[in-house]
């Protein structure tokens, strides 16, 4: 709220006219304003590559204003003067919205968060103080700072401007399978589940010690085919799930070109979220797209999906802001909340599965989509469904992925089995797959500058290999290719030769890693470099 200093009333306004003398007009107090706005722009504006949209933005830029003019009112019923007030505010804005970042670069040093949240707030204290003690010289000080505090504002401004003008989703094509004539009269449903950074069993079993053979073998059971060898074409989630929706390999060379810098990742982002090969063509067919969205964002929508059964809680943006600020500080130490609230997530994560139990009663029919953040960290459920406390809270991050992955069988199971209770004379299909496998040790620790083509076998073998299976109810998948080595880049296109007689050729499998993180579509061919596959 920006609120000029009241005027003594027994002061003559000032003069308008040329050469006569008037009292200076007294500077608008904006810079708290727009010291509480700048953060919340600034980092939308930074992580405009997973955004879908402004929307995310609204609700946090105007709590953010918002709390930023109440505490301004407070100060200047304190302080009994708008100048200092506004400077005062800006203190307690500024030592908010920054502790975050503070505790990024000094944490190391000082390990204890304790010992900075104390710091920070003499030093905010402090601040407010040095306000109160400026007397007039605060009056002076307020145009400089708006002017200050406006700068970075605008940049911030320029940054989202770019990110709306080019937000329409890009990829894809408007009839990108005018491959299928869809012979025959069957539809049955189509589950698509998507479990991220579920490891392969030879990776789980080689280098985590965990044998998940019983899992694998209930799937077997309910009529899956078990790609036991299976690995996943690309190193993360967005190229991976892109290129299986589209059914072809990605075109690098036109993702760079539509790229803002190298480590751009709004071109593929985007791709999914438009036209893909799978929905699209399904669409065409009569089908019903069902999105059940994880909260990371840039899988959370797409063009074609007819319903998206969305959970309403706080937005990713929103808990990745309030963990840069005091709030994060309160809430506990950063290590059991970070990257994003560990409640909100279950949250998530846990309408997802209910979602997933109640969306077979929905007429068909329909193609259903849901990718999941498990075992994805951050460790969210023990192997019983409950959070991680007390001692097990203390358990390493192997030992959490584990059992968050044990969890994560029950669950697909589970949802296999509500499926299957509804399901009519067409019996659906069901893909489950992962989309990458978990981060080597290295990788973790030095992320973005990780270089793939260094990795050793063991590593690759961690990232790529994949859990993957698929029932196509009455048909023998085998016959139509597939094999104990086969990558999703091929998936739906045995399932479309199987349901639509589509006659589409299966594709060589391929795996691609990317130079670094910074180099997203600098893509590297590792296929000849993972121990054992394909399976002989």
Do not use: C
């Amino acid at each position: 709220m920006a609120v000029p200093e009241p005027r003594d009333a027994a002061t003559p306004e000032p003069s308008a006219t040329p050469g006569r003398t008037g009292r200076r007009p007294r500077a608008w107090v904006l810079h708290p304003l727009l010291l509480a706005a700048y953060p919340v722009l600034f980092l939308f504006s930074e992580n405009t590559a997973d955004q879908l949209s402004l929307d995310p933005l609204w609700l946090p830029l105007g709590a953010a204003i918002g709390g930023a003019i109440v505490a301004f009112l407070v100060m200047i019923i304190v302080f009994a003067d708008v100048h200092r007030a506004g400077i005062a505010t800006s203190v307690l804005v500024v030592g908010f919205f920054s502790f975050g970042h503070a505790w990024n670069l000094v944490g190391g040093l000082l390990g204890d968060e304790r010992v900075l949240l104390a710091a920070w707030i003499a030093l905010i204290a402090a601040g407010v103080v040095l306000a109160w003690r400026l007397g007039a010289r605060a009056q002076r000080a307020t145009g400089p700072m708006n002017l200050l505090a406006a700068i970075p504002v605008a940049f911030a401004l320029i940054g989202l401007g770019d990110f709306a003008i080019s937000r329409g989703a890009v990829g894809g094509v408007p009839n990108p399978v005018g491959l299928l004539d869809a012979g025959g009269e069957a539809r049955p449903d189509i589950y698509y589940l998507v479990f991220d950074r579920y490891a392969g069993s030879p990776a789980l079993e080689r280098h985590f010690g965990f044998d998940n053979e019983p899992f694998l073998r209930e799937l077997e059971d309910r009529g899956f085919f078990v790609a036991r060898d299976s690995v996943a074409n690309y190193v993360k989630t967005n190229l991976s799930l892109t290129s299986t929706l589209d059914m072809e390999y990605l075109d690098a060379d036109a993702l760079n070109a539509a790229a803002t810098s190298p480590a751009d990742q709004g071109p593929i982002n985007r791709s999914f979220q438009g036209r893909l090969a799978v929905p699209s063509a399904l669409k065409e067919l009569g089908y019903d797209f069902v999105l059940v969205p994880s909260w990371w964002a840039p899988t959370a929508s797409n063009v074609d999906a007819d319903l998206t059964l969305r959970y309403e809680g706080a937005s990713e943006f929103t808990i990745a802001l309030l963990e840069t600020t005091l709030v994060g500080a309160i809430a506990g130490p950063a290590e059991e909340i970070d990257p994003f609230s560990m409640t909100e997530l279950r949250n998530y994560t846990l309408h997802q599965l209910e979602q997933m139990v109640a969306v077979p009663a929905l007429p068909g029919p329909k193609f259903v989509m849901a990718h999941f953040l498990i075992p994805h960290p951050p460790s969210l459920f023990d192997r019983d469904g409950t959070p991680f406390e007390g001692e097990e809270a203390q358990l390493s991050g192997e030992e959490k992925y584990l059992r968050q992955l044990e969890f994560t069988n029950a669950q697909i199971l589970r949802i296999v089995d509500a499926i299957e209770a509804e399901a009519g004379d067409d019996e659906p299909v069901i893909v489950i797959q992962a989309d990458e496998g978990p981060f080597p040790e290295r990788y973790a620790a030095n992320g973005e500058t990780f270089r793939w083509e260094q990795a050793t076998p063991e590593e690759l073998e961690i990232k790529f290999r994949i859990l993957n299976a698929m029932r196509i109810p009455g048909v023998d998948v085998a016959e139509l290719g597939a094999t104990a080595s086969m990558t999703p880049v091929n998936e739906f296109r045995i399932v479309f030769n199987a349901l639509f007689d589509a006659g589409l050729t299966l594709l060589p499998e391929r795996v691609y890693a990317h130079a670094d993180y910074r180099h997203f579509y600098d893509l590297v061919e590792v296929t000849d470099r993972i121990p054992g596959w394909p399976a002989d």
